[in-house]
């Protein structure tokens, strides 16, 4: 089993619509999540901290599912900047281990 | 502002030459990661340092090697470039502990003919 798995896409979706991504994760030890969001031929940057209560940013909300091993990433009202590929990325251990980034999620939102 | 910056951004070698990646933060962070990405294999991991004088192999280390003698700088190099490390590379950098956010380097694309 891949340690960081999503769907790669694409979802296609129209402006204003909903659109939620899953990532899962194999590592029932792991403490630390996050989403990334990485445009076309840029460097990837954090969207969002997924902390185990949820949280919400704007349109944006992430949750986590410890039971599952999984997290999720809600984007509501799609904007057509929203455009790009969502990274889930996720502290694999405990102690000094890096991150581990999944291979993406790739959103078209069109007008 | 603090960064981190790649140099360079673009580079085009031949098979079996060296080439070193420069990576430069000014955050003063303890950590530093290289990854390179493909598609079809996301971001992998090539080496990593969480201090000056510490070096970690990652995923797909061989072929390449980096040193850390301070802070700020974390070189790649490749001993012997290959057609597949033709590649972006990203350079992160993040504050301790490791599992905090990583920023990123702006990319260096590779290409080796």
């Known amino acids: 089993r891949k340690e960081v798995e999503q769907d790669p896409g694409p979802f296609n979706v129209p402006e204003g619509a909903t659109v939620a991504f899953n990532c899962t994760y194999s590592n029932s030890a792991s403490q630390s999540f996050f989403w990334y969001r990485q445009d076309c031929r840029k460097e990837p940057k954090l969207l969002m901290s997924v902390y185990s209560s949820g949280n919400e940013d704007g349109r944006f909300t992430a949750q986590l599912n410890r039971a599952s091993q999984y997290i999720s990433l809600l984007i509501r009202d799609s904007k057509l900047s929203d455009s790009a590929t969502y990274l889930c990325v996720v502290n694999m251990g405990s102690g000094n281990t890096p991150l581990v980034f999944g291979k993406g999620t790739r959103l078209s939102v069109i007008a | 502002d603090a960064e981190i910056t790649q140099s360079p951004r673009h580079k085009i070698t031949e098979t079996g030459r060296q080439v070193t990646l420069a990576c430069h933060q000014t955050w003063n962070h303890n950590n530093m990661f290289w990854y390179r990405q493909d598609l079809g294999h996301g971001l992998r991991l090539i080496h990593y340092s969480y201090g000056v004088q510490d070096t970690n192999k990652g995923e797909v280390s061989d072929g390449y090697s980096v040193s850390r003698s301070n802070t700020e700088d974390l070189p790649l190099t490749l001993e012997s470039a290959a057609s597949s490390q033709t590649s972006v590379y990203f350079c992160?950098?993040?504050?301790?502990?490791?599992?905090?956010?990583?920023?990123f380097g702006p990319g260096t694309r590779l290409t080796v003919t």
């Open positions: 992160a950098s993040s504050d301790s502990p490791v599992e905090n956010e990583q920023y």
